[in-house]
């Protein structure tokens, strides 16, 4: 096929996928605890049924022993063709009123800028819509070997991991394209090279043997919460940059991201500024971030007069790529003890941790992936970072130890707003990305496509 012929074809397609998006966007899959169920097994089901659709006829719904199950299938190409690995997740984030959504979320609504707007519209049901445009390019019959895994729990506790290590022979593959990220801005094609890895912790302060009475001991008995409070300004600068010696970072020479389209995308209110100092490419993705998620403390609604003896807060720290867990973890309690105010005393526990991930660049499949883009686009890629972690890819790497990673997605990060309100996803990235993965096929597959 030439690239002339699949971009006909992709453009053909769009109808028909934008009514299965519609469709999909519709059902609320939150598989998070304490949501319904049923409409997540309907998704589940309708997964099933497209992906059969579109030539996986041997797809089916895996068991695991808990939560949703992924749905997986195979269509074996000609002999002796290479394996390619499709990942996509049919589970989605909730999506409360009070994130103040300003059309129904379970709607899939086109406005006036071209777009679709809703629930999972990009996250990561575009993905999944993206893979089954792929396929249909083929007519179900794609020229090397494609296996396909669409999970059910990405945004929660997923059971992938485990079930990876399960089956490693359902696995096995040349490369790995995993549509669940996106351009910077729309049209502007980037690949996503290096994610950073996590390692979460519960650091409580303590002071006093027991509450005290503030006007009888306040002035001279130090509180736990103005200790923490203390304890963790020393974590930053004043610019806000993470201020723990010892932490790794790395070089970021990838593409970068504009402040006003980081500010578009985070809703940062009007007159708070950007932490941190330096390209925010280089602070998003190849630096530590800390953030304090959570604290244990006394309700304003049950405060009395007295001094607190003891507050627990939860704190995040985003680890750069190449780093350790296990060391940035040493090096974040270290500096908690050592910088404990007053005396303060200071217990750290470690809750969990997620590794970086580094993209191998110079193999034959990431050499076809950035041709696809360049064909796709009209322009060639740049390489951006995710700021977040994929524990799974890791994973994925430990049973296909030789495999590629493609990484990128329809959910560009100026606009599409995933996990936020106002989810969207731009039809004509979905169609780009389609005619980019059938080219990556083909090139990975069988060799240059002419134009
Ligand atoms: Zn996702």
């Not at 809703?267 to 950007?274: A, E, P, R």
């Amino acid at each position: 096929m030439q690239v002339q012929e699949i971009r006909a074809k992709a453009a053909g397609l769009m109808p028909s996928l934008l009514a299965d998006l519609e469709r999909l966007v519709a059902i609320p899959s939150i598989a998070f605890p304490g949501y319904p169920p049923e409409p997540v097994d309907r998704m589940a089901s309708e997964t099933l049924q497209l992906v059969r659709d579109v030539g996986f006829t041997n797809a089916r719904l895996m068991s695991v022993p808990r939560g949703y199950p992924p749905v997986y299938g195979e269509i074996p190409g000609p002999e002796g063709s290479p394996v390619v690995m499709l990942y996509a997740h049919y589970d989605v984030q909730p999506a409360p009123p009070e994130q103040g959504w300003t059309t129904d979320p379970w709607t899939a609504t086109s406005k006036d800028d071209g777009r679709i707007y809703g629930r999972g519209a990009a996250d990561d049901k575009g993905g999944l819509v993206s893979h089954l445009g792929t396929i249909r390019i083929f007519d179900g019959k794609p020229p090397c070997t494609v296996r396909l895994i669409v999970e059910g729990m990405e945004e929660t506790e997923s059971n992938l991991e485990t079930f990876v290590t399960e089956h490693p022979e359902l696995f096995g593959c040349d490369m790995f394209i995993v549509c669940d990220m996106g351009n910077l801005r729309v049209g502007e094609p980037v690949l996503t090279t290096v994610l950073r890895g996590d390692v979460a912790c519960v650091v409580t302060v303590r002071t006093l043997e027991h509450p005290l009475h503030s006007g009888v001991f306040g002035g001279a008995a130090p509180d736990a919460m103005i200790a923490l409070a203390r304890l963790l300004a020393t974590l930053h600068d004043d610019e806000g940059n993470v201020a723990i010696s010892g932490l790794t970072r790395a070089q970021w020479q990838g593409a970068d991201l504009s402040p006003e389209d980081f500010r578009a995308s985070a809703d940062i209110l009007d007159g708070v500024h950007l932490t941190g100092s330096g390209a925010l490419g280089a602070r998003l993705w190849a630096s530590p971030a800390i953030s304090a998620i959570g604290v244990d403390m006394t309700s304003i609604a049950e405060s009395s007069n007295v001094l607190i003896p003891e507050v627990r807060a939860k704190l995040l720290m985003r680890i750069a790529p190449g780093a350790e867990p296990d060391e940035e973890f040493a090096t974040l309690v270290d500096h908690l003890e050592s910088h404990a105010p007053w005396g303060a005393k200071v217990e750290i526990r470690r809750i969990d941790s997620g590794a970086p991930f580094v993209c191998k660049t110079d193999g034959p499949g990431y050499a076809a992936a950035r041709a696809a883009m360049q064909q796709a686009y009209g322009r060639s890629p740049g390489e951006a970072g995710s700021g977040g972690t994929i524990p799974l890819l890791q994973t994925l790497m430990e049973v296909a130890p030789e495999a590629e990673f493609v990484l990128w997605g329809p959910e560009d990060v100026a606009a599409a707003r995933i996990h936020s309100s106002d989810e969207s996803v731009d039809p004509a990235e979905i169609e780009r990305l389609i005619v980019a993965q059938a080219l990556l096929l083909e090139q990975f597959a069988v060799g240059p496509v002419s134009g």
